[in-house]
């Protein structure tokens, strides 16, 4: 495989030399022929969602197909305005002169996919590197296979396999693609991959984005209108493939007073929502596989923790379906406090002042999302001005993901780069700085012989000093 995975990349390598994918017919080609897939093919990448993580067809559809036709349209509609070069300023240092920003590709890219949103955070990135004209290479998960198998399929049939190539295959295959010397690498996953993807990486000097995760945070105040803030809890955690996202709430901080009331309200939506039997709801979606089963029982399991359980604790391995489980002051110390959860499984930390909170989070790891609910207009202000995270919502969660005008990416441990919109393009090209000068606007100070008269004269240029270059002219 390695051999052939070499041979892949080599190919891809003469066909970006060709510079047949620096063109913006080439490009807008590519993004129609994705566009299709999305449109076309919807059944079909349903079918294979559901296969992989029971996703109900209402979730498959506005998280990944919606987001990944909406990422294509607008590349299609602000492709040339993004292409043309950026006219910027010069200053006197250089006049007389012009100067641009002129985006260009990085070359031949690598795309490490995901398995919990295989079709979004496979395609989006992809499409972000077609925008910008580069030659690329797509690694789905393995974990995710009907969905690998379904994208593999529907490139090869849509897209121009010249320059846009899937690579199957699990470990292997991935340590061969890292092998590889590449012009920017996309990895989206864990931070232990992360850091075998990044020191793979440095050894080619190759820049890298890393979309990981972390314990995102939320903060849940008392003056609020609960029902709601509960609702859209719900939505971001159980409702986004069963919390097995990276930017779900991970855990609720909120005041000991507070605490019951809020998880009467979590009790009673969740009941609206997914029944009093939610294991067997087909609102939610399954565990992707028995390993990540067996690793969030684990994190139930625990002494410190399943004592603590006040809402949900049922499963059924069979079928790899947890229903939406709420753990109560569950200890500093416990397994599910220290470890990303990605699972249908929500501890609330209790504190005395709602402030406290964000001392907890900024003693932490920097998350890829933090959330709080208040409507304290200075509460709101210290959270955002505090807590560093990839993003932040307040009295909402995952929902900043659906702002193009808004990067997605993390800080930390939780990753490096963004993408989303204009950002994805920009992920995917170098800024290159061109300056324009004639043969005119010489200045013989810059060059030697040297002189105090050519420094004094130099000195009045670099600091603006009309009248000290004037002086200087005159000599005196």
Known sequence: MAVCVETAAAELRDVYSSGKTRTCEWRVSQLKAMLKIAIHHEKEIIEALNSDLGKHEHEAFLHEIAAVRSACRMALKQLHRWMKP???????????????????????????????YPILLSLEPVIAAISAGN??????????????????????????????KVVEGGIQETSALLEQKWDKIFYTGNSKVGRVVLTAAAKH??????????????????DINLTVAVRRIISGK???NSGQTCVSPDYIITTKDYASQLVDALSSELERFYGKDPVNSKDMSKIINSRHFERLSKLLDEDKVSGKIVIGGQWDKANLKIAPTVILDAPEDSLIMNEEIFGPLLPIITVNNIKDGINLIT??????????????????????QRVSAGGIGVNEVTLHLAEDTLPFGGVGESGMGSYHGKFSFDAFSH??????????????????????RKLKFLKAVLSGDIIGIIRALLGW
């Not at 010069?90 to 996919?113: D, R």
């Open 86 to 116: 950026e006219k910027v300023k010069t200053s006197m240092t250089t006049f007389p002169s012009s100067a641009e920003i002129v985006s260009e590709p990085y070359g031949v890219v690598l795309v490490i996919s995901t398995w919990n």
């Open 135 to 164: 030659a690329v290479v797509l690694k789905p998960s393995e974990v995710a296979a009907a969905t690998s198998s379904t994208m593999s399929k529907l490139l090869g049939q849509y897209m121009d396999v010249s320059a846009v």
């Open 205 to 222: 000097l190759t820049p890298v984005i890393l979309e990981l995760g972390g314990k995102c945070p939320a903060i849940v105040d008392s």
């Open 238 to 240: 159980w409702g986004c």
């Open 363 to 384: 003693s932490k790891e920097k998350p890829l999302a933090a959330y709080i609910f208040t409507n304290d207009k200075k509460l709101k202000e210290e959270f955002v």
């Open 431 to 452: 800024k290159k700085p061109v300056l324009y000068r004639g043969f005119n606007g010489e200045i013989s100070a810059r060059y030697p012989p040297y002189s105090p």
